[in-house]
């Protein structure tokens, strides 16, 4: 497709369960962002890759979240032992200029 | 925490009428960008910015990057119903590696008819 895709559009997992979340960045983009978005609040950075650079992981807000990302291609965000707290829309974005970011549609993550 | 200081949080106004919204930081950006992001969404790109003084159009939507570049400002004219959504706005300092991103909490907009 066009724009940046993610999957699942929703997830409701239950309270210290892991879950893998998945980000396809446009084509030809070199960066790529993972972004938490909690109700009714602006967009929180949690990583950043760019090229074959070590990824800026100072977002990340505890060990319990990961994220890999395979050359310049889908990227997968882990969240291990899920907590109620992580409960939010997470966001995948992915850029070429490094100007300026395209966002997919958001991943909704509910934890029981 | 927020970086930026985006305002106001939300604003309801009428069909027909302008809507003008800010970010400010205490930090020199040398980019700023505009977002738009309808319900279930993810952000839309509006308009960028990489310019001090830089003004530009897109549309009925103007953006302004501010002179002391710690500041932007976005305008609507003449709303209509379908601007309803929540306005975002986006900078990267001069401090941040590049291609890493400040956001604001956010301005949501309500357009009545």
């Known amino acids: 497709g066009a724009g940046v895709s993610q999957s699942p559009s929703n997830k409701v997992t239950e309270k210290g369960k892991d879950v893998e979340l998945r980000c396809d960045p446009i084509?030809?983009?070199?960066?790529l962002y993972w972004y938490r978005q909690r109700l009714g609040q602006g967009l929180e950075f949690l990583i950043y890759?760019?090229?074959?650079?070590?990824?800026?992981k100072s977002g990340l807000p505890s060990d319990r979240f990961s994220a890999e990302r395979t050359g310049e291609s889908v990227s997968t965000l882990t969240i291990q032992r899920t907590q109620q707290e992580d409960s939010a829309v997470y966001l995948c974005?992915?850029?070429?200029?490094?100007?300026?970011?395209?966002f997919g549609p958001g991943t909704r993550l509910t934890v029981l | 925490g927020q970086q930026l200081n985006q305002s106001p949080q939300s604003m309801f106004i009428q069909e027909g009428e302008d809507v003008s919204m800010n970010c400010t930081s205490s930090s020199i950006f040398n980019t700023w960008l505009w977002y738009k992001q309808d319900p279930g969404e993810g952000p839309v790109l509006l308009i960028a910015?990489?310019?001090?003084?830089e003004l530009t159009s897109n549309g009925r939507l103007t953006a302004q990057f501010g002179i002391t570049r710690k500041d932007s400002f976005l305008n609507i004219s003449a709303s209509i119903p379908s601007d309803v959504g929540i306005y975002f706005c986006a900078g990267q300092r001069t401090t941040d590696s590049w291609g890493k991103f400040q956001f604001g909490a956010g301005t949501q907009v309500v357009v009545t008819p």
């Open positions: 084509s030809g983009h070199t960066a």
């Open positions: 974005a992915s850029s070429r200029t490094l100007n300026e970011q395209f």
């Open positions: 890759f760019q090229g074959n650079s070590a990824p800026d």
């Open positions: 910015l990489y310019k001090a003084g």
